[in-house]
């Protein structure tokens, strides 16, 4: 091996310079081939490992064959998090362009550095892979059965931690299912809410569903304005006063990914607008449900629902039983 020249001589480091390049062209254009994920895993958890002791060891005589194959998985597992780490830094972030990229110029320098000393080694170690040259390495002529024994559990283990991990991250757990329901204020932003009116004013806000359930899902929402007190020496609340607002409506969303690498959008939003025409210090609940609302008593007489089934409703949206969002409003007269 050592009369090799050219690219023979180098065939493992130009590998991984062209593996990397292919890994940019699938991530952009075939983005769920099998042939991407297969390329991540090494792009990962061997290529950087592998340019960097290749490019610190170019001598034949320093590690022997196993001794690099361990060093590259574990100088890749430390390498990664630090690109990562220092990307954190910078104004690109933790994302897959930055980390892709920065990955691959670090694959391509180190490579370039590991041809060019081993251009300039004595004995330069080469890599060729064949079953006698593979027995040399393990010295499995003079090893004893115990020793030949723990080297086969030795590498059946490596096989198979690289191919459960290789499954772990091919077959990932389906992420969390959540919906995502907020309110804005009349200029579409998290600030100037209706919190200060007068009796018979109107308040304006900006209700918004997002669907993150894994499915199409009917959203039904009901908007409640309520009267309630916190009894200190009971630790219980009291409802005094429930009443229905106008504007309860429903809406079918089909399910959107989460995005954490692009700007967030919305997916359903519509104006709100409600008044209040009693005095006093009131909340108006909007509460959320999925797929069907639940059943409601007959209206009482005065319109009050704090003795029906609805308070029960009311409490379950403090406890967080019920996703539910709360605008505190201060009515003066």
Do not use: C
Not at 93 to 103: C, F
Not at 111 to 123: C, F, H, M, T
């Amino acid at each position: 091996m050592e009369g090799l020249t050219g690219v023979r001589k180098h065939w493992d480091l130009i590998t991984v310079i062209l593996l990397s390049l292919l890994l940019d062209f699938l991530i952009a254009y075939a983005p769920e081939s099998i042939l991407r994920k297969a390329l991540g895993l090494a792009f990962v958890l061997f290529f950087p490992g592998y340019v960097f002791i290749t490019a610190l060891f170019p001598e034949k005589k320093e590690l022997d064959n196993l001794e690099r194959l361990a060093l590259s998985f574990g100088l890749s597992i430390a390498i990664v998090p630090l690109i990562g780490l220092g990307l954190n830094f910078t104004p690109w972030g933790i994302r897959l362009t930055p980390i892709l990229v920065s990955l691959t110029l670090f694959n391509i320098a180190f490579a370039a550095i590991a041809i060019y000393r081993r251009e300039k080694a004595v004995e330069p170690w080469i890599p060729w892979i064949t079953l006698e040259r593979i027995k040399k390495d393990l010295e499995w002529e003079e090893s004893s059965r115990l020793d030949k024994a723990l080297t086969v559990i030795l590498i059946v283990s490596i096989i198979a931690s690289i191919g459960a991990l290789a499954y772990v991250i091919s077959h990932p757990k389906q992420g969390e299912k959540f919906t995502e329901f907020y309110i804005l204020g009349p200029e579409g932003k998290a600030a100037d809410y209706p919190t200060k009116l007068r009796a018979g004013q109107e308040g304006k806000v900006i209700i918004g569903i997002v669907n993150h359930e894994g499915r199409n899902v009917t959203y039904y929402v009901q908007i409640w304005l309520v009267n309630l007190t916190w009894d200190n020496s009971t630790n219980t609340t009291i409802i005094h006063e429930i009443y229905p607002m106008p504007g309860w409506f429903n809406v079918t969303l089909p399910h959107v990914p989460v995005d954490i690498e692009g700007n967030w959008t919305p997916q359903f939003e519509t104006n709100y607008t409600f008044k209040i025409d009693k005095p006093g210090r009131w909340q108006v609940w909007f509460l959320l449900f999925k797929d069907q609302p639940p059943e409601l008593p007959p209206a009482p007489p005065d319109g009050n629902y704090a003795e029906t089934e609805a308070k029960k409703l009311i409490l379950e949206a403090i406890n967080g039983t019920i996703q539910s969002l709360k605008l505190n409003v201060e009515v003066v007269g």
